[in-house]
């Protein structure tokens, strides 16, 4: 047998496709070297593998829901310090604690008024009336009428600019009792029926959920790409 080392210009000189012209040990030369000639498609042997969504023209879906924290710039942390915020001063008084009692209590009564309903649905309306209006005064709206700060509170719901931001707070922890209180008390009126149990839950949850520390400026978006307008950037080369 013959052990003799084989080498490419061996390969490539007895190969009976090869050009006659080509030399051994000499490449011919790239299609594209010469500027006047038209570009020729790839080979199937070079040809670059695609993901399969970017061959039929698919695009990565986004997310439908987002979560957005803020944090306080040092403009604002100034602004926030040049006095007190008129908009959230209120929540501490005393007087404002004792409107959610009397309101509940009011509430109560109008709703016994409506005949042909039980006690139980009496104050399932009553819990969830309650939690509606609450949700929408601490946790939707935003901003503050008063512009004594700047515009520093503009992104910020009435809970986050209690107190400053500050958790634990006497307040903070009676506006998180009060719906937890209301809540059992409707049900045990409801006499624990399943189906008023998970209205009045939901409320609950719906209404306690904004109020963990750990969503502290941080807000949902639903649908961000449409909520968030897109800005256009030019650069110069």
């Not at 039929?56 to 439908?64: A, I």
């Not at 710039?73 to 908009?87: F, M, S």
């Not at 946790?139 to 931001?165: C, M, R, S, V, Y």
Request: charged fraction near 15%.
């Amino acid at each position: 047998m013959d052990t003799s080392e084989v080498t490419y210009d061996d390969i490539v000189a007895n190969n009976p496709l090869r050009p006659p012209n080509q030399d051994v040990g000499v490449a011919p030369p790239h299609v594209h070297d010469n500027p006047n000639s038209s570009p020729r498609s790839p080979d199937r042997g070079s040809e670059i593998v695609q993901p399969l969504y970017a061959k039929r023209g698919h695009k990565r879906t986004n997310s439908l829901v987002k979560v957005k924290h803020t944090q306080p710039t040092p403009e604002q942390l100034q602004d926030i310090a040049t006095g007190p915020n008129a908009n959230a001063e209120w929540v501490n008084l005393k007087g404002a604690w004792v409107i959610h009692i009397v309101l509940i209590v009011l509430a109560k009564m109008i709703v016994n008024e409506i005949p042909g309903i039980s006690d139980a649905i009496k104050w399932t309306i009553v819990n969830i009336g309650y939690m509606v209006v609450t949700y929408i005064l601490f946790h939707f709206a935003k901003g503050t009428p008063f512009d004594n700060n700047g515009g520093a509170f503009d992104d910020l719901t009435l809970w986050e600019q209690i107190d400053e931001g500050a958790q634990y707070t006497p307040a903070k922890k009676y506006l998180t009792s009060v719906p937890i209180a209301l809540f059992l008390v409707s049900t045990h009126y409801s006499r624990y029926n399943p189906w008023l149990f998970s209205l009045n839950m939901i409320a609950l949850l719906w209404v306690l959920f904004p109020k963990l520390p750990i969503l502290h400026r941080a807000h949902v978006l639903l649908f961000p790409d449409s909520a968030e307008k897109p800005t256009s950037t030019s650069a110069t080369l």
